[in-house]
């Protein structure tokens, strides 16, 4: 059995269901100082509403909130749906300390102790 249903109400239906994505995802984009609402995230890439989405080429960033998870190099693939669908070229993750120039031997020690310290 098929429900047919007039464009008006697919239209509804359809912004409604664009306005529930945007409404629960917590992560945005940041291009050129303005954000952007992600629709969508799965591992190699994103979407954005597609209205009112910037034709992104290159570097971005994206956050969870206030969190920034991933520098990314993205490239726009196709819309859909009202979507624009975003894909990664590169996604790294940003960590809150610098990378090691050395490795750490797993039998070293914390700290040192002197022996002033004891008196």
Request: charged share 25%; with cysteine.
């Amino acid at each position: 059995m098929e429900i047919a249903l007039s464009k008006e109400i697919q239209a509804g239906l359809e912004a409604a269901r664009t306005e529930s994505l945007r409404k629960a995802s917590r992560l945005r984009v940041e291009v050129d100082g303005t954000y952007h609402r992600v629709l969508r995230f799965w591992s190699t890439g994103f979407s954005l509403k597609a209205e009112n989405a910037p034709q992104l080429r290159g570097l971005v960033d994206l956050y969870d909130g206030s969190i920034h998870l991933f520098q990314c190099l993205v490239i726009a693939v196709d819309e859909e749906d009202g979507e624009m669908l975003f894909e990664f070229k590169r996604a790294t993750k940003v960590s809150n300390k610098a990378a090691l120039d050395f490795e750490k031997s797993g039998g070293a020690p914390a700290g040192l102790i002197t022996a002033n310290a004891f008196s």
